[in-house]
């Protein structure tokens, strides 16, 4: 039997590539903003591209916030993607101070390093090595199983999260000096700062590694 994936359908995000993601290794796609879909789903996956606050905002409108938030407290496997991994935390800095869904603590920030003495480039464009952070003794059991350190992955944003927990980093890389939590995870919830439908091979294993928690 085909395992069902929600994708969550707020208005903003990826949908489709991240759905052909799914699809590619069997898995059935269930488009949805209904709250009470979300209630009853095995698997649930948060797409976003864009603000932090209208993403939050296009939650709310949807009656999603709390569905979310009690999904995640299930137990079952929850995978948010760029802004939807950001939405992930407490809060963001972003254009203010925006309230998030705060199932995993910590912040949104700034992207604000510097690589030979001059400040980086943002947003932060490209491929970049995921990195074992030291509190993490492994990937096993994690969406980056059997992925190798120093594996590339593909990054659009200018903001990034920061983890109350260290123990919530499941893999960093950097942007000059600016060290970016390319992956968090805590219990059943993870989530991806990069894009793993755009990451090739790397991004696909990490799906099929959603698909077999």
């Known amino acids: 039997m085909a395992k069902k994936v929600t ?3 707020y208005g ?3 949908i489709f590539s991240v759905s052909r993601a799914i699809e590619h290794f069997g898995g059935e796609v269930v488009l949805t903003g209904d709250a009470a879909v979300v209630r009853d ?4 996956l948060l797409p976003g591209v864009g603000a932090f606050a209208n993403g939050m905002e296009q939650l709310r409108d949807r009656g999603l916030v709390e569905p979310l938030r009690a999904y995640a407290a299930s137990g ?3 995978l948010g993607i760029c802004l939807g991994m950001q939405m992930l935390v407490t809060t ?7 309230e998030g869904l705060g199932i995993i603590p910590g912040k949104v920030v700034q992207i604000a390093g510097r690589a030979n003495g001059s400040p980086v480039k943002v947003p932060h464009i490209g491929w970049n090595a995921l990195e074992r952070p030291a509190a993490r003794a492994g990937w096993n059991g994690t969406i980056l199983d059997g992925v190798p350190e120093n594996a590339a992955t593909y990054f659009v944003h200018s903001y990034a999260v920061v983890p109350e927990r260290e123990d919530d980093r499941l893999a960093d890389t950097w942007h ?3 060290r970016i939590s ?3 995870q805590h219990a059943n919830v993870s989530g991806c700062q990069f894009h793993p439908e755009k990451s090739g091979p790397t991004g696909l294993a990490i799906i099929r590694n959603f698909l077999e928690v």
């Open 76 to 78: 079952r496997p929850f």
């Open 41 to 44: 789903s095995e698997r649930v």
């Open 182 to 184: 390319a992956a968090i």
């Open 12 to 14: 903003v995000g990826n």
């Open 176 to 178: 000059g000096d600016f």
């Open 7 to 9: 994708v969550i359908d």
């Open 92 to 98: 963001s800095e972003e254009f203010g101070r925006h």
